[in-house]
């Protein structure tokens, strides 16, 4: 046929970077584009990302939040009302010129963000505490101009939620900011089974122009850390820059307190590097596009093909189902759908069919199953779930594993030598000890996680009394 019978995929072990490269364009999740930085999601890829995102959306939705859209450019004044933000994202921003063959008067930013579309816009609406509380979300694509760039990991331009929320009081700022938080940490070890750590972002680490940064964190099979998800509580930084007021119960004008929150295709990435192995992806049937394919054997004798597709309109009311009718071989079928992290393969032949039964092969141990076809309906949404536990279970385990405890600076950098992963070690808080910690190990400070352990009395890096356990870890 012209194709080769297995695609190779560079092992893990050998060379987990190129692994993944291998993994991203060999299951056809992306292609590359001329525009550097930038990806191409192809089908498969899409799909997923769009069974991420309706997952997500329903959840942002269940909260209260209603979906809207902002515009793609934003003026470089607009940008500068809020000081500390745009000094963050500075080196990150690309800037249009020109329209058409005319220099525009005044450049315009593409999007890394929408926090001051959001606040020009909150300004014009909220005048009253009967306004509030807003809950606006938003789908759309950003641009940052990286340096070094990974497909999902890191790219010029990438596709995400951003919500954006005006309250009346800190304390509801803060309850929506963990709320949010809370969100993601659900979606990714429930429908993506990638367990995660929550906590705050240091200082030096926050989203710029916040008042605290609070993350989801997860560690990746080369024991580097990912943050997948982030939720900021911006306090009233932006409403006093750009004059978002309301008239409180008592007459008086406040400050409202803003909080945002995001969540990208970068986590397509991280499930990529969580379950993945050296056949290729592994996709936790939750987030599956094709939860189970049917493979045909000797369908070339009468009646296979037409019992397989039996099978097929028999199962879509359970699973999302797909059938593989083409003249491949049917062990060129085997590795095509195992590379591309099918969770169940149907395997149907003349045998089955005369023995009434069918043969299930799980993704994730490569165990084979015979199956009756009476109890069929009732194995498979089992089976289903008994892959998203283990899945889950299986990162838990290696990320327990890959945390360990350092008690001074020396000892966590021996540690990340010899066995990468998450660091728990107690800090001082002071920002000169976390950019010495970098400075000598390459590893920053990942989150101070919400469930606190005393690990010692001082700091890691100094002499100094503790104040926090923090984890670190070398990250992408």
Not at 107 to 130: G, Q
Not at 159 to 183: P, R, S
Not at 406 to 426: C, D, H, R, S, Y
């Amino acid at each position: 046929m012209g194709k080769e019978f297995v695609k190779s995929i560079t092992g893990m072990e050998e060379d987990f970077a190129q692994w993944y490269t291998d993994v991203v364009t060999k299951a056809d999740l992306i292609d590359y584009s001329s525009v550097r930085g930038s990806m191409i999601i192809r089908p498969y890829g899409y799909s997923l990302w769009e069974n991420i995102k309706n997952e997500l959306d329903a959840r942002i939705k269940e909260t209260g939040h209603e979906n809207v859209y902002m515009p793609l450019f934003i003026p470089e004044s607009l940008l500068q009302k809020e000081k500390d933000h745009i000094e963050g994202f500075a080196p990150e921003v690309a800037w249009v010129t020109h329209g058409g063959t005319e220099e525009l008067a005044e450049r315009w930013c593409v999007r890394p963000t929408s926090e001051v579309l959001f606040c020009e816009h909150y300004k014009n609406i909220i005048h009253s505490y009967r306004d509030l509380p807003k809950l606006y979300n938003q789908w759309a694509n950003v641009v940052r101009w990286e340096k070094t760039t990974r497909p999902f990991l890191r790219t010029l331009e990438f596709l995400w939620q951003e919500g954006h929320t005006c309250h009346a009081t800190d304390e509801e700022a803060q309850e929506e900011t963990i709320k949010m938080l809370n969100v993601y940490a659900d979606l990714c070890e429930n429908i993506l089974a990638i367990p995660v750590v929550k906590g705050q972002k240091t200082d030096k680490e926050k989203f710029a122009g916040a008042k605290q940064t609070y993350t989801i964190e997860s560690l990746m099979h080369d024991g580097k850390a990912l943050q997948t998800g982030t939720s900021h509580h911006l306090g009233d930084g932006f409403a006093k820059a750009f004059g978002i007021q309301f008239t409180d119960q008592e007459g008086k004008l406040q400050y409202v307190q803003q909080t945002s929150w995001g969540f990208t295709t970068r986590v397509i990435g991280a499930m990529i590097m969580v379950h993945g192995d050296d056949r290729g992806l592994v996709i936790p049937p939750k987030a599956a596009p094709t939860q189970v394919i049917i493979v045909p054997i000797a369908q070339h004798k009468e009646g296979v093909l037409d019992f397989a597709y039996g099978l097929k309109m028999q199962l879509s009311r359970i699973a999302r189902i797909d059938i593989d009718a083409s003249d491949k071989k049917p062990g060129w079928k085997f590795n095509e759908y195992e590379m591309k992290g099918i969770p169940v393969r149907l395997e149907v032949g003349p045998k089955d069919i005369e023995n009434g039964q069918v043969v299930l092969a799980r993704r994730d141990t490569g165990e084979k199953i015979i199956v009756p076809l009476n109890e069929l309906e009732a194995k498979l949404p089992e089976l289903l779930d008994d892959i998203q536990y283990n899945l889950y279970k299986t990162a838990k385990t290696y990320r327990d594993d890959n945390t360990s405890i350092a008690l001074n600076l020396e000892n966590l950098e021996k540690q990340l030598e010899k066995k990468p992963g998450f660091i728990k070690a107690m800090w001082c808080g002071d920002k000169a000890c976390e950019d010495q910690i970098k400075e000598r190990t390459g590893a920053t400070s990942r989150c101070i996680p919400f469930e606190q352990e005393r690990i010692s009395e001082t700091c890691v890096c100094c002499d100094k009394a503790a104040n926090n356990m923090v984890y670190w870890a070398k990250a992408y």
